[in-house]
């Protein structure tokens, strides 16, 4: 009885995770080849997310473009826990806007 229950458990995790793999999210934007991808996640959405995109649109378009940068931005809730587990994975953003009272647990961290 328990070989059937454990390959109708093993099913129901494998194949959504086929599905996911196969058919689950893209990246959005294709990456400029050639330009060093500078990836910046940041607390901001609503009306400051809209205010910041266009000002990291023109950057790329121009000093970026002259510089070889590319900013990937990112607008996340609780990017300060998002960036603890990010920089413990070892997969960390190269720029991350924090509250400024979350500074000093990145501290304690080194």
């Excluded at 060093?36 to 607390?43: D, M, P, S």
């Excluded at 070889?68 to 806007?97: H, M």
């Excluded at 924090?98 to 000093?104: P, V």
Aim: zero cysteines.
């Amino acid at each position: 009885m328990i070989r059937p229950l454990r390959a109708i458990v093993f099913a129901s995790l494998i194949v959504p995770a086929i599905g996911i793999i196969f058919f689950g999210p893209r990246p959005q934007q294709d990456l400029p080849p050639g330009r060093v991808v500078v990836e910046y996640w940041e607390k901001w959405s609503g009306s400051d997310e809209q205010k910041i995109r266009p000002i990291i649109e023109e950057f790329n378009n121009t000093v970026g473009k002259e510089k070889n940068i590319y900013v990937q931005y990112l607008s996340t809730s609780e990017v300060d826990r998002k960036t603890l587990v990010a920089i413990a994975a070892g997969v960390p953003p190269d720029i991350a806007g924090m509250w400024d009272n979350t500074l000093s647990q990145y501290a304690a961290l080194d």
